[in-house]
């Protein structure tokens, strides 16, 4: 988890309204990766992207969003966050060849 | 579609005893087979990765897992646990032209080593 965090680390909200999270690393990886963790599941791809404005969907990208408008930054949007997307969720980067991931700490967000 | 099990939610071990964390996997060709390891309120850790080679893998802290091509399994092991080694362990797999959404993990399997 050296050069990679997230913020805000807890959140509160809720069904509704917007939610940015966001993940920044300092490690210049190309590929980065949004999970969502819930027990029984996992962890599960939101999405992911290989470059600068370079973004495609994973496993469970539905009511989600991300923008990557920068190398370092990579931000997931919930337009309209509802009950179920309470989970943690966890950004990562590392080598597509090797698929040795380095995590966040990940992002406790509670959706009332 | 791959696949990853992980078979027991829950494995206990006496400190000193060897421990094993189960997995196994479906894939369509030549596995790339992972394990992580995840700290409370941490993120996940890489340990070892299997992608050629020595079936045998060894990694961080003392882990080691065995590819078995014929079983379709990867378990995790330890010789002597210790009470630090009580994490959750989660088991993933890639095939080599996957694309980069195609790292499938596991449910995860909570170890507690009991002193």
């Known amino acids: 988890d050296a050069g990679i965090t997230q913020s805000p680390r807890h959140k509160v909200t809720e069904t509704g309204t917007p939610v940015t999270l966001r993940c920044h690393q300092t490690e210049n990886h190309r590929y980065m990766y949004w999970y969502r963790q819930d027990p029984g599941h996992g962890l599960r791809l939101i999405h992911y992207?290989?470059?600068?404005?370079?973004?495609d969907k994973g496993e469970v990208s539905d009511g989600y969003s991300v923008s990557r408008s920068k190398t370092e930054d990579f931000l997931l949007t919930l337009e309209s966050a509802t009950s179920s997307q309470t989970s943690v969720y966890f950004c990562?980067?590392?080598?597509?060849?090797?698929?040795?991931?380095?995590f966040g700490e990940g992002s406790r967000l509670t959706v009332l | 579609a791959q696949s990853v099990a992980q078979p027991e939610d829950q494995v206990n071990v006496a400190e000193g005893n060897p421990l094993t964390v189960k997995c196994t996997y479906s894939v369509s060709g030549n596995p790339y087979l992972f394990w992580y390891v995840q700290y409370p309120n941490r993120g996940l850790q890489f340990l070892l990765k299997y992608i050629t080679g020595d079936n045998l893998v060894k990694g961080s802290y003392g882990f080691e897992a065995e590819f078995n091509k014929s079983q379709t399994s990867f378990h995790l092991k330890k010789p002597s646990a210790l009470v630090s080694d009580s994490a959750l362990y989660f088991c993933?797999?890639?095939?080599?032209?996957?694309?980069?959404?195609?790292?499938?993990f596991g449910s995860g399997t909570q170890l507690t080593v009991l002193p």
């Open positions: 992207s290989y470059g600068v404005k370079d973004t």
């Open positions: 990562a980067m590392g080598q597509l060849n090797t698929g040795e991931l380095f």
């Open positions: 993933a797999v890639r095939v080599p032209s996957g694309s980069a959404r195609q790292l499938t």
